[in-house]
């Protein structure tokens, strides 16, 4: 699976549980960004939790020089014995200590130095395995967590620290820049990656990694479960869940200290970002966008129809498609000729897709509302008036541009980048104005007069059509867009070797 | 989502650890039954004969059981070893299914390979007549299916079915071997037994089919466990041979008795060492209730406390608990062991009196008495080894246990008559102190052996686990 690539890839893509095995945004993004720049060779590193690898989810594209994995719950056997193991652990658990409380790339660099020269004759029997690292546990979760289920530290330790050896042992493909798609344990192979070898890092976060741990961490039933019986030993301080939280910051920090650039896909994740340590001078916004060219030829439709809106998106519960046909219901007291289409595959969860077309027919709008399955989007769009978004989360929907370049307003919910999307950023020069209405969640009321306000006012929602289109043109025009990628990409590959960096830092 | 950071941490399902170690325990205690069976069989005969010492046929007749009893049990010992793991597991994982057919796999594999030995043996070694070698090879085959089929006794909960079985086929062996040995010599004791034991065989096998009513399927399923387990029919193999090394090496004294049929046996030593074998009778009984009482439940507390998030303080104060327990056990044993050695010494020559046994072999009964007191003690310390799952701890000290039988019995061999005993005795001491020390080494890390070394959960590809299987000690992300 793997092929070793002649010389330097220009980029060495760091892709951890996404491309080229799991389908998904991120994953798609990457597909894209590689077929965008042919004339770039791509190297990429796939860091997955083991080798139970499945099969490939995409075709890899011509300029994909070659493919490395790294398994981060398998750091690979090696040698039985290693001599001065004791003196080494030692010597890192000061830094691995700090990584699980509020650590950064100096952290990084000090366990990179122990390790690295070692590489090849460490693994899991003599890092992991070990008399000595069972010591190291011990000492790490008697100093930290004590009062905390052991066998969850025991866990955790060696999903963390195993992990994170995994990526500070691996082979490194040469290339001339480093770009890791997230941060946590890719983040820590860029982090490497640069302070060994001088060449540039980027990181592009499409959801912010720590942020989006925090959730499933907070989810997590497993963790921080105390004995049930016995004389209740209350816990002291720090729980596994904030160790858990705490070492991803330190792991993401490291990363973004590491990196040259810190892009996201909009302003609101740059809060989270400096949150988590990222400093303002490197970060910078490059949003995904969509073929203009093509969108903004489609013309309405001037034939005449009832009013028309949009749900555009899978029939998933996180899309929250039953606000949306509520909304569609008070919607009808005030446009009595409404029609309203759900656009998007209703496979996923069936069960959902059932019960909100049982919710249609409960509501008495089966003469309004029409499910049309997965469609071509250019089809619809120049016969659709308003584009509805109920999601109660997302990054940066697509649709919202797709539906603008074709001229069509959209009421969204405030949540990822819709606001800035369809408002405009607060720096935008020149202010295009809104491209439609955002609303607050779960609220189908607010979305129905938002909705009401475009369709009863023609001038306002032409206002809206013109806004979004021209933001879309200056913004989000995926050529203009790839452009910047080119342009960074040129500048950090052009960059000369810094020598030393590892010294430097440690 | 990119991002696999938390997913590292996947569940993987949890459940009591009692079940399984429970069977498995049971099965290290009744590992010593054939053992002690084979004794009471072959002292009974021994008694039987001493009283009829003039029929050559009396005589014949016993030499033909103990080859059978000694080899039947050592060339079994492994596939019994592993069948009873891969039962224990079965049970443990409710999957009871394959029982039956595992029941006949492990006859087909037991008889294929021991059948042709067996054969070859009566038809090339001893002088035999031609049904006298048939029926010989027979009664080796009933013997070794005894040895197969015991494993299943600790799951089939129906003790009744199994004592009567048992005590109905010794009373018809008995029987038939005095009611045919008069007119049929040789032959008819070892037909009569043979039926006897035959008896029981059947009675289990059907006890155990009447039990798990499931098709025979996948017969040999159990030679997966070979592989991850190899040490468990090295094992059995090792220990079986360790407590017959010294009677076979005894074979070749030169005050053995050579059988006019041709074959060896001394029937002095082995006569004196099986009496003093059942001196540990009350050790073993001490076992079985240690095992199911006072160390059983802290074993559980202690994995308990651990699948039930304790800390590592707590998980400390338990391993301190089993090593407390099993240091008093230890005590108890020795002083229950020490006083049953102490008065079989003292009393020797009024109970070989009643075995009638000769008086001047009461030195090798009492260093036999000695051995098998440091015997109890290495099969205390087996016991432990095999609770946590310690298996290359367990070729250890088997081999141990063989090789200083074969050198010192070979010693006492070169040193002559006063000696005889003195090999069993010095290995039996010293497998014991070996075992003892492993069992000490390992209990002072025991945490770090179970989270890591005995855990099958932690380590990468390179430590797959059998398709089914499940290690007691399996301390899996809950």
């Known amino acids: 699976m793997s092929t070793a690539a002649a010389s330097p890839a220009d980029v060495c893509l760091l892709l951890e549980g996404s491309y080229p095995y799991v389908v998904g945004g991120v994953s798609n993004w990457a597909d894209e960004l590689m077929r965008s720049h042919p004339h770039l060779t791509y190297h990429l590193v796939a860091l997955l939790p083991d080798r139970n690898v499945s099969r490939l989810r995409y075709d890899l594209p011509p300029n994909a020089v070659g493919l490395d994995h790294v398994f981060l719950q398998d750091v690979g056997k090696g040698p039985a014995r290693f001599a001065g193991l004791e003196a080494l652990l030692t010597r890192i658990e000061p830094a691995l200590g700090r990584l699980q409380a509020a650590g950064g790339l100096a952290d990084l660099a000090a366990v990179i130095d122990a390790l690295a020269p070692h590489r090849g004759r460490l693994g899991r029997r003599t890092l992991l395995d070990s008399p000595e690292a069972w010591q190291l546990i011990v000492r790490m979760y008697e100093s930290t967590v004590r009062g905390t289920s052991f066998l969850d530290y025991f866990w955790t330790w060696r999903a963390q620290i195993g992990g994170l050896f995994a990526a500070l042992l691996c082979d490194l493909p040469p290339a001339k820049v480093y770009h890791t798609t997230s941060t946590g344990y890719a983040g820590l192979l860029a982090a490497r990656a640069a302070l060994e070898t001088g060449r540039p890092a980027i990181v592009t976060e499409h959801g912010i990694y720590t942020d989006e741990r925090r959730i499933e961490i907070a989810m997590a039933q497993w963790l921080g479960r105390q004995q049930r019986y016995g004389f209740g030993v209350e816990s002291e301080g720090r729980s596994l869940k904030d160790l858990w939280v705490d070492t991803f910051v330190s792991y993401s920090h490291a990363c973004y200290d590491a990196c040259d650039a810190i892009v996201t896909l909009y302003q609101g994740n740059q809060e989270l970002q400096r949150r988590d340590g990222a400093d303002p001078a490197k970060m910078r916004v490059i949003p995904n966008g969509v073929d203009y060219a093509g969108l903004s030829r489609i013309a309405r439709d001037p034939t005449p129809r009832r009013p028309t809106v949009a749900f555009i998106g899978r029939v998933v519960p996180i899309k929250d498609v039953k606000t949306f046909i509520y909304s569609i219901a008070h919607l009808r007291t005030m446009v009595p000729d409404i029609r309203a289409l759900v656009l998007g595959p209703e496979d996923e969860d069936p069960e959902y897709a059932a019960e909100c077309r049982k919710l249609v027919a409960q509501a008495d709008l089966a003469k309004v509302v029409s499910f049309a399955g997965q469609v071509r989007l250019e089809d619809y769009l120049d016969r659709i008036d308003v584009v509805v978004l109920t999601s109660i989360s997302e990054a940066q929907p697509l649709v919202i541009l797709e539906a603008g370049a074709a001229g069509v307003p959209t009421v969204a919910t405030d949540v990822g980048a819709c606001r800035e999307m369809i408002q405009g950023a607060a720096d935008e020069v020149p202010a295009f104005g809104p491209g439609g209405a955002i609303t607050a969640l779960a609220d189908p009321v607010a979305t129905a007069m938002a909705v009401a306000d475009l369709l009863l006012r023609p001038s306002h929602r032409e206002a809206c059509a013109k806004a979004i289109k021209a933001r879309v043109a200056a913004t989000y025009n995926r050529d203009t867009l790839n452009e910047v990628y080119r342009a960074l990409y040129d500048e950090l590959r052009q960059r000369p070797d810094r020598a030393a960096r590892l010294a430097e830092v440690a | ?478």
């Open chain 2, 1 to 478: 989502m990119a991002g696999v950071g938390f997913e590292l941490r996947r569940l993987t399902r949890s459940d009591d650890l009692a079940g399984l170690v429970r069977a498995y325990g049971h099965a290290s205690v009744v590992s010593g039954g054939p053992w002690l069976m084979t004794v009471l069989a072959i002292a009974a005969v021994t008694w039987f004969v001493v009283g009829f010492d003039t029929m050559r046929e009396l005589e014949l007749f016993r030499t033909i059981l103990i080859y059978n009893f000694a080899f039947s049990l050592t060339l079994t010992s492994p596939v019994a070893l592993v069948t009873t793991r891969f039962l224990s597991d079965q049970i443990y994982l409710k999957n009871v299914e394959r029982a039956p057919g595992m029941l006949l796999g492990s006859l087909i594999v037991n008889f294929t390979l021991q059948a042709p030995l067996a054969a070859a043996f009566y038809a090339f070694v001893p002088d035999l007549p031609g049904p006298l070698a048939v029926l010989s090879v027979i009664n080796y085959l009933v013997i070794a299916a005894l040895w197969q089929v015991t494993v299943f006794l600790t799951a089939l909960k129906d003790y009744r079915t199994v004592t009567l079985a048992f005590a109905g086929g010794i009373a018809v062996a008995v029987a038939a071997s005095v009611v045919f040995g008069f007119p049929y010599g040789t032959f008819g004791l070892l037909g009569g037994f043979t039926a006897g034991f035959a008896l029981i065989v059947f009675v289990i096998i059907a006890r155990i089919l009447a039990e798990y009513r499931h098709p025979l399927k996948r017969p040999m399923a159990f030679l997966a466990y070979c592989r991850p387990y190899w040490e468990l029919p090295i094992a059995g193999l090792l220990y079986a041979a360790a407590i017959w090394a010294d009677k076979w090496i005894m074979w070749f004294a030169p005050d053995r008795v050579l059988t006019p049929e041709g074959l060896a046996i001394h029937p002095f030593y082995d006569s004196a060492m099986f009496f003093a074998y059942l001196t540990i009778v009350p050790s073993l009984a001490l076992f079985m209730i240690m095992t199911e009482t006072s160390f059983f439940e802290r074993y559980v507390a202690f994995y308990r406390t651990i699948q039930r998030h304790g800390t590592y303080a707590q998980i400390l104060g338990h391993q301190k608990e089993i090593v407390d327990t099993l240091a008093g056990s230890l005590r108890n044993l020795i002083v229950l062991q020490g006083t049953v050695s102490f008065a079989a010494i003292v009393l020797a020559p009024q109970l070989l009196g009643a075995f009638g046994i000769a008086y001047h072999h009461i030195g090798m009964f009492r260093i036999g008495v000695l051995g098998a007191l440091f015997h109890a003690l290495f099969l205390f310390a087996m016991i432990i080894l095999t609770y946590f799952d310690l298996r290359r701890d367990m070729v250890a000290a088997t081999a141990t246990f063989l090789g200083a039988n074969a050198l010192f019995t070979l010693g006492a061999l070169e040193l002559g008559f006063p000696y005889y005993g003195y090999g069993y005795f010095l290995a039996a001491l010293i497998a014991a102190c070996v075992a003892l020390g492993i069992v000490s080494v390992r209990l002072a890390k025991l945490p770090y052996l179970t989270f890591v070394v005995c855990n099958p959960s932690v380590g990468g590809a390179d430590r797959k686990r059998p398709e089914h299987g499940l290690a007691p000690l399996d301390i899996v992300r809950s």
